[in-house]
C-alpha cells in the first residue's frame, strides 16, 4: 500500500460526458501528480501541482483540468469525453526531494472506460 | 520524442537466471532514474534508484547499473523469481522537483 488514494477505481461513462478523478496523496506529501496510461503507451505525464499552485504541465489536454485544494488532495477533471480518453489515469505523490530528484509513490489508478 | 527509451517491449528468464532490463534516455539534464515495477491492475512501485554520482546502486537481488557517457542503464534481478513477473518501468528526471519521464516498459516473465 504505497499510501495514495484514488477514486474511482473504474469508471464507465459515455462520449461528451465529464468525470472527476479523486486522488488523495500520502501523509505529507506536498506534489501530486497525474500520469495517463494508455493501451501500449507508458506513463504520460499530464500535471503536476505543490503545495496548491501548479507547478509543471506535461501533454494534459486544454478539456482535462486539475486543481491541487488546501488539504492537498487533488481532483482531474477529463470533459467532452472522447473514445481515445480512455485509459489508466494514475496519481502519484511525493514529499522529500532527493537533491538530484525525487521518487514519487503511485496509487492503484482509475480505470476510464469512454463508450 | 520519447526522452527515456526501452527498447524491448518483453523478456523472458528462466527461475534461478539473471533478468537484465535495459533503458536509454536523450536527455543529458537528467540525473536521477528509478525503476518501477508494474503488476496489472495496481500503480506502479517504487523498485530502485540511482542518482548521476554515482554508477551502482544495489538493494538485494536488485542492482541498477548507469552509464552516463552512454546515457544508458540497466537493472539486473538475480537470481530471477516467478513473482518478478511484472512490467518493469525505467524513469528519468532532472534536478529539482521536476516530473518523471518514463519508457514504455518491458515485461518481464520469469518462468518456473
Known amino acids: 500500500d504505497s499510501g495514495v488514494t484514488q477514486t474511482p477505481k473504474h469508471l464507465i461513462t459515455a462520449t461528451g460526458q465529464r468525470v472527476t478523478l479523486r486522488c488523495s496523496p500520502r501523509s505529507g506529501d506536498l506534489s501530486v501528480y497525474w500520469y495517463q496510461q494508455s493501451l501500449d503507451q507508458g506513463l504520460q505525464f499530464l500535471i503536476q501541482y505543490y503545495n496548491g499552485e501548479e507547478r509543471a504541465k506535461g501533454n494534459i489536454l486544454e478539456r482535462f483540468s486539475a486543481q491541487q485544494f488546501p488539504d492537498l488532495h487533488s481532483e482531474l477533471n477529463l470533459s467532452s469525453l472522447e473514445l481515445g480518453d480512455s485509459a489508466l489515469y494514475f496519481c502519484a505523490s511525493s514529499g522529500y526531494t532527493h537533491p538530484s530528484g525525487n521518487t514519487i509513490y503511485f496509487g492503484e489508478g482509475s480505470w476510464l472506460t469512454v463508450v | 520524442d520519447q526522452q527515456v527509451k526501452q527498447n524491448s517491449p518483453s523478456l523472458s528468464v528462466q527461475e534461478g537466471r539473471i533478468s537484465i532490463l535495459n533503458c536509454d534516455y536523450t536527455?543529458?539534464?537528467?540525473?536521477?532514474f528509478l525503476w518501477y515495477k508494474k503488476y496489472p491492475a495496481e500503480g506502479p512501485t517504487f523498485l530502485i534508484s540511482?542518482?548521476?554520482?554515482?554508477d551502482k546502486n544495489e538493494d538485494g537481488r536488485f542492482t541498477v547499473f548507469l552509464n552516463k557517457s552512454a546515457k544508458h542503464l540497466s537493472l539486473h534481478i538475480v537470481p530471477s523469481q516467478p513473482g518478478d513477473s511484472a512490467v518493469y518501468f525505467c524513469?528519468?528526471?532532472?534536478?529539482?522537483?521536476?516530473?518523471?519521464?518514463f519508457g514504455k516498459g518491458t515485461r518481464l516473465s520469469v518462468i518456473a
Open positions: 524513469a528519468a528526471s532532472a534536478a529539482g522537483n521536476t516530473p518523471l519521464v
Open positions: 540511482i542518482s548521476s554520482i554515482k
Open positions: 536527455n543529458s539534464m537528467f540525473d536521477y
